[in-house]
């Protein structure tokens, strides 16, 4: 009696998504292959010497707060270099000072106008003590029962909100309004997108619960610890290897761009899903370099301590020049 042939799975792109998912079907008993098209895995989780020697700078994202925080990293067995910084966040004003996200909310609180204190508490207390639970639903699959229902809808009555409707009716001072405003744009999202309150709520909960740390040795870190564990299971990594049509397997995830999809299979793809792919751009953060913190800009020596902060600072400006361009612009220029 003949066995039943192996299935295959190819993942094309190496990031931590791609490995994620590569390291599942593996596990699942499926040959798998993960290909990437440059020399190095990671994606835009990677890091490189790009200036000087012995000088590394991560090429994409460097703060991962939703890492620790992640049911399938805490999962696996592997030692994933975490480091967490004195503060998850800062929100530097134009007056000079910031909004501080700290690890406290009492902490946080102190950073905001008075008048806005208990609101902040009402807010936030609630899906900072359900985290660990909201967790598991909104990492989830979007399509699935949630575990936590009571909690995934008490966090909904807020996180469905746009965000410029949410810190409009929520807060009344401007150092809080414009702090939630420069959490909401992580979303990638217009302010006054429905739901894009919830990247808003996520990112502050998580701050608090967990924090938002940063790899040691840079972002590399990351994916390096995933290809060992998928390697270990007996999956395969191809680096120089560029995917220009679609692989011959059962399966095949990707874990890239849209327009990069659609530069591969957009012929075998819906006409409707390739119309409404546009390229989005997040200026909601940058690393903390001169162009945040020098000279042109006065702020809190506690800004040298952290590892992120927000370039913004107003959070009521022009939310009608975000619907005329349908692009995300900074902090600055938007909610009015």
Same mark, same amino acid.
């Given at each position: 009696?003949?066995?039943?042939?192996?299935?295959?799975?190819?993942?094309?792109?190496?990031?931590?998504?791609?490995?994620?998912?590569?390291?599942?079907?593996?596990?699942?008993?499926?040959?798998?292959?993960?290909?990437?098209?440059?020399?190095?895995?990671?994606?835009?989780?990677?890091?490189?010497?790009?200036?000087?020697?012995?000088?590394?700078?991560?090429?994409?994202?460097?703060?991962?707060?939703? @890492?620790?925080?992640?049911?399938?990293?805490?999962?696996?067995?592997?030692?994933?270099?975490?480091?967490?910084?004195?503060?998850?966040?800062?929100h530097p004003l134009d007056d000079g000072t910031a909004v501080?996200?700290?690890?406290?909310?009492?902490?946080?609180?102190?950073?905001?106008?008075?008048?806005?204190?208990?609101?902040?508490?009402?807010?936030?207390?609630?899906?900072?003590?359900?985290?660990?639970?909201?967790?598991?639903?909104?990492?989830?699959?979007?399509?699935?029962?949630?575990?936590?229902?009571?909690?995934?809808?008490?966090?909904?009555?807020?996180?469905?909100?746009?965000?410029?409707s949410l810190a409009r009716s929520h807060f009344t001072g401007?150092?809080?309004?414009?702090?939630?405003?420069?959490?909401?744009?992580?979303?990638?999202?217009?302010?006054?997108?429905?739901?894009?309150?919830?990247?808003?709520?996520?990112?502050?909960?998580?701050?608090?619960?967990?924090?938002?740390?940063?790899? %040691?040795?840079?972002?590399?870190?990351?994916?390096?610890?995933?290809?060992?564990?998928?390697? @270990?299971?007996?999956?395969?990594?191809?680096?120089?290897?560029?995917?220009?049509?679609?692989?011959?397997?059962?399966?095949?995830?990707?874990?890239?761009?849209?327009?990069?999809?659609? %530069?591969?299979? @957009?012929?075998?793809?819906?006409?409707?899903?390739?119309? %409404?792919?546009?390229?989005?751009?997040d200026q909601g953060l940058q690393p903390v370099t001169e %162009?945040?913190?020098?000279?042109?800009?006065?702020?809190?020596?506690?800004?040298?301590?952290?590892?992120?902060?927000?370039?913004?600072?107003?959070?009521?400006?022009?939310?009608?020049?975000?619907?005329?361009?349908?692009?995300?612009?900074?902090?600055?220029?938007?909610?009015?």
């Amino acid at each position: 009696m003949s066995s039943k042939p192996t299935l295959t799975a190819s993942v094309i792109g190496s990031g931590p998504n791609g490995l994620s998912a590569a390291i599942v079907l593996t596990a699942a008993g499926l040959a798998t292959t993960v290909f990437e098209r440059n020399a190095q895995i990671g994606g835009a989780c990677s890091t490189a010497e790009i200036t000087l020697p012995d000088f590394s700078h991560d090429l994409g994202s460097s703060v991962y707060p939703m @890492g620790v925080a992640s049911p399938f990293f805490r999962s696996l067995p592997v030692n994933i270099p975490w480091i967490e910084p004195t503060a998850p966040c800062a929100h530097p004003l134009d007056d000079g000072t910031a909004v501080m996200l700290e690890h406290s909310i009492e902490a946080t609180v102190a950073t905001l106008d008075a008048c806005d204190a208990s609101r902040y508490r009402s807010l936030i207390a609630p899906v900072t003590s359900k985290f660990a639970e909201l967790s598991e639903d909104i990492l989830g699959p979007i399509q699935h029962v949630p575990r936590h229902p009571f909690v995934l809808a008490r966090f909904a009555s807020s996180a469905l909100q746009s965000a410029a409707s949410l810190a409009r009716s929520h807060f009344t001072g401007k150092r809080a309004q414009a702090f939630f405003a420069g959490m909401a744009t992580h979303s990638v999202l217009s302010l006054e997108a429905p739901a894009s309150a919830a990247v808003a709520l996520t990112l502050m909960a998580a701050g608090h619960a967990n924090g938002w740390p940063i790899l %040691r040795g840079g972002a590399q870190a990351l994916p390096d610890a995933l290809a060992q564990h998928l390697e @270990g299971l007996g999956g395969r990594i191809e680096i120089n290897h560029e995917i220009t049509q679609l692989p011959e397997a059962d399966l095949i995830l990707a874990d890239i761009t849209p327009r990069q999809l659609l %530069r591969i299979a @957009g012929y075998q793809l819906p006409s409707r899903y390739c119309r %409404r792919q546009e390229l989005v751009v997040d200026q909601g953060l940058q690393p903390v370099t001169e %162009r945040v913190l020098g000279v042109n800009r006065p702020c809190e020596p506690s800004l040298t301590q952290l590892d992120r902060a927000h370039e913004g600072s107003r959070s009521c400006r022009s939310a009608i020049g975000e619907r005329e361009v349908r692009v995300l612009v900074p902090v600055a220029n938007q909610l009015s």
